[in-house]
């Protein structure tokens, strides 16, 4: 029987001597290469049941060499790994169908523990990854998906793996977890990526007009339609329609829609003529799907059509590594806005936010960073330049003050104002008082104004000015039938 083989290809010789030694066995034999054209030359000699394949190489790019490889075998399992990660890399290396990608420092448990799946892969000739696989990809997508956590490296594989099929994917989380990105990351790394990519919130439009925007109506079909209109489903052909809060839609649109993806063809409402399309899916919600079908609101059948692939991504609090690289980027991009040429956040910010829960998730780490830049004079964010939400969620937070006893954040708040010479001290002590108050009473009402108005006891014209003046904002209210304002308002946690 023919011993396994494996081949390294990295020019760091330290670590190709840690992992000779490691995985040296009677059982393996074990050839390194310093070079892409060293590895590639002793690829086609050796024939290696394994390769295992650094990102960076002297003068040439993993990458290539993994292209390289796969147009020399198509299945024979190649290990990436890198010390300088990003999404991108990571997804193109799971497109072009890389068996694990691994981050150094290398562990070297995990390592023998990949190799050794690796081979047994090899051994049973599984073709499971080359068929997921996609063709190379284009760079230059607009997508920018943040986090090099254990968590989002498994994130990106299963987009690189899945991105390639016309299979329909599920994506499901928290609300505010990213998932619109997702769907535009797996977009732009699949063959569709130079067609059309429609998004549609299912929760904002009722059915009638949700139908009309997905498929499409003849003039007369309602009230209103004064003309013909083209859907989405008509206009995305050849592309992705990215379908969010897919739990919200109506029975009546679901079967619709199960027909479009049993059968890739529909009728625009109050039409007769068939109309052929070709478009992939990616539906998504924050809502528990399996709960939905027991109480018959969703339908088990249409489930099973969206969910031939599915991505599940974690929420903020499961992913805190991730937050240095996010702060950063995020600041960046605000700025700008803010008047900022220079951002420092200090240490202690850093240490409160690694305690906090962060139940909105990336969209509310946006919000605290937009606050905190509003309210900084200089260069420098502090605790004091935070919405006192965070010190509310914090009960082990104790601030740093001269004085002795029990002080709780709007203390701090208070006595840091004064030691900066602030004026106006009651508007921004109410202020704060407003971000933490009226975002607590809006998610115990789910966003029902008019059972949040009665709680706080002011008007709603009031509640609404206030959530202008703060800039909270509701999704999914559930505006009571007296409210003839029109104003669409989204979740604080949202």
Not at 372 to 399: C, N, Q
Request: charged share 20%.
């Amino acid at each position: 029987m023919t011993i396994p083989s494996l081949l390294v290809i990295d020019d760091d010789t330290t670590l190709l001597y840690a992992i000779r030694k490691s995985l040296q066995s009677p059982e393996l034999n074990i050839c390194v290469a310093s070079s892409a054209s060293d590895g590639l030359r002793l690829f086609t000699s050796e024939r290696p049941s394994v390769v295992l394949l650094d990102l960076r190489l002297n003068g040439a790019s993993g990458l290539d060499v993994l292209h390289e490889i796969r147009k020399l075998d198509d299945q024979v399992p190649v290990i990436m790994f890198t010390a300088f990660s990003t999404a991108g890399t990571t997804i193109e290396a799971s497109k072009a169908g890389a068996f694990e990608y691994l981050l150094k420092p290398v562990d070297l448990n995990r390592l023998r523990e990949t190799v050794q799946r690796a081979l047994a892969g090899h051994l049973q000739q599984q073709q499971s990854e080359n068929e997921l696989s996609a063709t190379t990809f284009v760079p230059g997508a607009d997508v920018t998906i943040i986090g090099s956590s254990p968590a989002m490296q498994e994130i990106y594989k299963l987009i690189g793996r899945f991105a390639g099929s016309n299979g329909n994917v599920l994506v499901l989380g928290e609300s505010g977890t990213g998932k619109d990105l997702v769907a535009h990351a797996i977009h732009q790394h699949s063959t569709r990526r130079n067609n059309q990519f429609v998004a549609i919130n299912c929760a904002a439009l009722s059915e009638t007009l949700l139908e009309s925007e997905l498929f499409g109506h003849e003039r007369g079909a309602f009230t209103g339609a004064d003309k013909r209109r083209i859907g989405k489903f008509e206009y995305a052909n050849g592309g992705t329609i990215f379908l969010d809060e897919i739990a919200d839609m109506s029975s009546t649109t679901q079967a619709k829609v199960l027909r479009l993806l049993q059968e890739q063809r529909f009728e625009r409402l109050g039409g007769n003529e068939t109309i052929k399309t070709n478009v992939r899916i990616i539906a998504a919600t924050n809502k528990n799907l399996d709960n939905l079908i027991r109480q018959g609101s969703f339908r088990e059948d249409l489930f099973y059509r969206l969910n031939v692939f599915c991505i599940i991504l974690p929420p903020l609090r499961d992913r805190l590594s991730d937050l240095p690289e996010l702060v950063a980027y995020f600041v960046e991009c605000f700025k700008k806005e803010f008047n900022k040429d220079r951002v420092q956040i200090l240490p202690a910010v850093y240490s409160i936010f690694l305690k906090y829960s962060w139940p909105g998730n990336m969209r509310e780490l946006q919000s605290v960073l937009k606050h905190a830049l509003a309210h900084s004079v200089g260069s420098a964010i502090a605790e004091s330049h935070l919405p006192a939400t965070l010190f509310a969620a914090d009960k082990s937070f104790s601030p740093n003050l001269d004085f002795a006893g029990d002080i709780n954040p709007m203390s701090q708040l208070m006595q840091d104002l004064i030691n900066g010479n602030e004026k106006d001290l009651y508007a921004k002590a109410t202020m704060q008082l407003d971000q933490l108050v009226i975002p607590f009473v809006l998610n115990h009402t789910r966003g029902n104004l008019q059972q949040a108005c009665e709680l706080l006891g002011i008007s709603r014209n009031t509640l609404k000015a206030k959530m202008r003046s703060n800039h909270i904002s509701i999704e999914h209210a559930v505006l009571s039938k007296i409210d003839k304002s029109g104003q669409n308002f989204r979740h604080p946690s949202s």
